[in-house]
């Protein structure tokens, strides 16, 4: 049984720092993702990591994905964060290589955890 549990999340200030980490069970990943929902809206891409890593531009230079194939788990190391930061962090995988941008490209996810950033 295939289980992606992402943990990590919580309150920081504006400036703060959190690393997320999803550790995946099950089977292994070529691709494996973060992406964020905030409330009432879509479920957007942030970052991922396969053959390259991939970034949304709100991301770039603040946020760092990295993993550990030893553990089969993936970060999300998240600087200089910002209120707009808040929302839920979904962890997803999928078997294929590739840059995958979008929600329907992932086959696997996890349940989400939530990370506040106060202002």
């Known amino acids: 049984q295939v289980q992606l549990v992402e943990s990590g999340g919580g309150l920081v200030q504006a400036g703060g720092s959190l690393r997320l980490s999803c550790a995946a069970s099950g089977r292994t990943f070529s691709t494996m993702g973060w992406f964020r929902q905030a409330p009432g809206k879509d479920r957007k891409f942030v970052a991922a990591i396969s053959d390259n890593t991939y970034y949304a531009d709100f991301g770039k230079g603040r946020f760092t994905i990295s993993r550990d194939n030893a553990k089969n788990t993936v970060y999300l190391q998240m600087n200089n964060l910002k209120p707009e930061d808040t929302a839920v962090y979904f962890c997803?995988?999928?078997?294929?290589?590739?840059?995958?941008?979008?929600?329907?490209?992932?086959?696997?996810w996890g349940q989400g955890t939530q990370v506040t950033v106060s202002s």
């Open positions: 997803a995988a999928d078997p294929r290589w590739g840059s995958r941008w979008y929600t329907y490209e992932y086959d696997y």
